[in-house]
């Protein structure tokens, strides 16, 4: 019986595993406990698979540490697959550019059992910056995974409309099984997909199934930001796809027959945000970035029901009448 499994999904990150595997290999506290590490391959063509198996030749830590490869790119699917694969009650997420800190699996064991009605609980995490961070980091800290919402733990209660994200986020793997749909809508598949908080969609079905969702601050991580995420093409790229997402995640929330009564609500009042912010000068200084980040959330929030509607239709309907109607036409002339 495992009682956790660390899962990694990465991308191309095989110059980034070597530290997060060091980190891991060096925890503490773990003597008593029975635990595993994934590394999820997504579909990488650098040399992620090397390094694992150069870690397997010399692994000294008293947890095993497997591979698996998930060709279906993006987070989601390579969450799922990891889910699929772990043999813990409790999975613990890590980025492949999470820096755990020596007591974190240790800590996240901990607090799964005193909290048995956690279904998923997040982590401190700090930044490690490659650049000094700007002064506008601040108002951005969230979309960029940095939370501190102090040193005392605390619940996500659903009226506050605020999860944690998915880096340093630990799953009750019975929670994810019996909430959790294998195929989630957003599937973040890079950016040119439009789409982001494809880890709040997961932790949304496990809250609205009844599981508590906590904040632990005891479990802590250092998340390795590098320059460019902190330029402006990036972060308003970034602040595109969460908007874009806006409809599908605040949908989630509501029961069924909420839905087309609030969605009209909501585009006026999206309208009415992106107005004032547009002609309403701002009482406080705000830099550059700052601006034009706020400009384009607000923007493709009132855009998103339109722009997942498309989509939608794409991966839904349209499939389909090609299916059925195009082969039909063909077979009438003869093809």
């Not at 799953?171 to 749909?181: N, S």
């Not at 309907?317 to 036409?329: D, G, T």
Request: charged share 20%.
């Amino acid at each position: 019986m495992i009682d956790l499994t660390v899962a990694i999904p990465t991308y191309n990150g095989a110059h980034r595993l070597f530290e997060v595997l060091k980190k891991l290999q060096a925890q503490t506290n773990t003597e008593n406990l029975a635990w595993e590490i994934i590394v999820v391959d997504n579909n990488s063509t650098d040399d992620t698979t090397t390094v694992v198996e150069h870690y397997q030749a010399h692994w000294q830590a008293n947890c095993s540490l497997n591979y698996c490869f998930e060709a279906q790119q993006g987070t989601a699917f390579a969450r799922q697959h990891a889910v699929e694969r772990a043999r813990g009650k409790l999975i613990g997420f890590l980025d492949d550019d999470n820096l755990p800190q020596a007591d974190w699996v240790a800590a996240a064991y901990a607090f799964g059992q005193t909290h048995p009605q956690a279904g998923a609980y997040g982590s401190k995490i700090s930044g490690d910056f490659a650049v000094k961070p700007p002064r506008y980091l601040k108002s951005l800290a969230y979309y960029l995974a940095i939370i501190d919402r102090g040193l005392t733990a605390s619940k996500y209660e659903p009226h506050q409309r605020i999860l944690p994200p998915g880096a340093g986020l630990v799953i009750r793997k019975q929670a994810w099984q019996e909430a959790v749909p294998q195929r989630l809508f957003l599937n973040y598949q890079g950016r040119e997909a439009g789409l982001a908080s494809e880890d709040l969609e997961v932790v949304i079905y496990i809250q609205k199934a009844g599981w508590d969702v906590w904040y632990n601050p005891q479990m802590q991580i250092v998340h390795q930001i590098p320059a460019w995420r902190l330029e402006k093409d990036y972060l308003v790229s970034l602040m595109r796809c969460v908007g874009l997402s806006r409809h599908h995640i605040r949908m989630l929330r509501l029961a069924s027959w909420q839905r087309p009564l609030a969605t009209p609500v909501y585009l006026l009042n999206d309208f009415r945000k992106l107005l004032q912010h547009l002609l309403v000068r701002p009482k406080i200084s705000k830099s550059e970035i700052v601006v034009a980040c706020e400009r384009q959330l607000l923007l493709s929030i009132l855009l998103s029901p339109f722009f997942l509607g498309k989509k939608r239709y794409q991966d839904w309907v349209k499939p389909r009448k090609n299916k059925r109607f195009f082969p039909a036409i063909k077979k009438s002339f003869g093809y």
